[in-house]
């Protein structure tokens, strides 16, 4: 097995075959000859079932995420779902490259070996077709395999244009897996915008770090094996056309190499991997190229072929791989106040320090400050504790909670149960606050509302989200816009932006806006 196949998935899997039952399945063979070589059938049949099986997850994946984007209650067996669908197509896709490894040594082994035989079989519709004086004789639909080539072309050159046409299942199998890769590292992506648990984000962050890493060797290894076809067939057929005088068509193909090499340039850094976009605007330029060698040797069958590989290749503008990556989520550590009896803090399980959190909103009830440590069993078990150590003062805080509301019905909780004065505080991306303290709190002389554009109408997801935030706040429309709010703070409406974020559809754009009050 070449070398890069031992790194190119994360994940191996081995799937069990009947070679029996899959040789008994009709395939054909790639390369006239080997029609009789068992082993050689019994893997082209293997690796159609492989594809087979491949395609089969693929379809079933997609339609798990178009109900894992509907069916909200059961996200989480989805989102298993899901994950144990793309480690099972990573492992098929590994063996499916293992055994195009095998079918290419196969293939390549009986091409050497028969460099310099002559055809001996030619039927009569072949003859007849071929029975042109000032033409070359096409015996094949695939352009190099005709005898043309090998009688214009040294030995070692002939050898090294075959070998670069079996190179080419290669390439196009290695560009299908980082397309499939690309459309796997979307579908985590979606369930990571979803979760809400932080172990579970940290789960999937590192399983699309290490795809990432999976298609950066499969780019790796495309681009290794694409540059020795292009060079090759490249550099074969500008020999011929300059062996044949035919100094127009190499003017030609000149102007189009350069046409290319800018709308390379133009597209560097546009999609997901350059290695892929430059495959596909090369295999245009080769394919057409060969498209002007089959007319000018007359390969009717040639050209036809051909002329489908060039219909189903993308152009510049409309290569389907796009950039996709992780906006970084802060997952806070939101509790509601509970009450246990006897208290579980003790020198043993000491109350936590109080986390701050660089990015988001949370609010919690600070029980008091003191210059000293503080026995747990003042508190009259109330969990969670936090402690923030600070200016020769120790703060003792309580619960964490998403809304100003959540926070001020805690707070009166707290009261009813014999504390003095609770206060609401608030971290908003770092920045403390006390809410209930009049002195820390600047006057705010602005309303703020939060604004959703880009969407005809809203999804349920985003109805029942913005209800569940703001405590049932209207959703009004106005114009292309609909509008929430407006809120007293700036922190009300930067969580519901923040809770919008996470599952907005791709076009919707969400903003803040300041008004005056």
Known sequence: MNKYRKYLFVVLLLTVFNPTNLSAQQVQARVKGLETN??????????????????????????????????TADRKNLTTRILGLEDSVFD?????GQLTDQINAIEQAWIVQHLDSSPTENNAETDQQNNRQDLPRETSPMLVNNPYFSEHLSPEDHASLLKAQNAETECLSLVRSYEAGNRSLESIRTIYDTVSQADSAAAI????????????????????????????????????????????????????????????????GVFASDEVATYYLQKRLVTDFELTVASILGFDRSHDSLQHVMQSL????SIDLPIITLQERIFLDYADIEVHKPVRYNSNNPIPACEIYPQGTI??????????????????????????????KIRYFAGGFS????????????????????EVVVWNDGNYRNISDPSDNPVDTMLYRVELLGVEELPDAIKDTIRTTTAGRDIARSGDRFIVGPFQGKEEAEQLRNALTAIKPEKMEIKIVETEK
């Open 38 to 71: 068992a082993e050689y059938m019994t893997l082209l049949a293997q690796e159609r079932e492989l594809n087979r099986q491949i395609d089969s997850l693929v379809e079933e994946i997609a339609q798990i995420r178009e109900s894992f984007r509907t069916d």
């Open 92 to 96: 098929l896709r590994n063996r499916a």
């Open 205 to 268: 962050q590192f399983q699309f770090d290490s795809l990432v890493a999976v298609n950066a060797r499969i780019a790796d290894s495309l681009t290794q094996r694409w540059s020795f076809v292009y060079d090759t067939k490249t550099y074969t057929y500008i020999y011929l056309l300059d062996k044949g005088n035919r100094p127009d068509l190499l003017f030609e193909f000149n102007r189009k190499l350069s046409e290319m090499d800018q709308q390379r340039a133009s597209v560097q």
């Open 403 to 422: 809304s100003d509301s959540a926070a001020h019905a805690a707070q009166e909780q707290l009261k009813r149960m014999g504390f003095r004065r609770p």
């Open 363 to 392: 609010y919690r009830i600070l029980l008091g400050t003191y210059s000293s440590p503080q026995t747990p069993t003042l508190f009259k078990g109330v969990e969670p504790l936090f402690q923030l150590k600070a200016e020769d």
């Open 314 to 317: 993308p152009t510049a503008v």
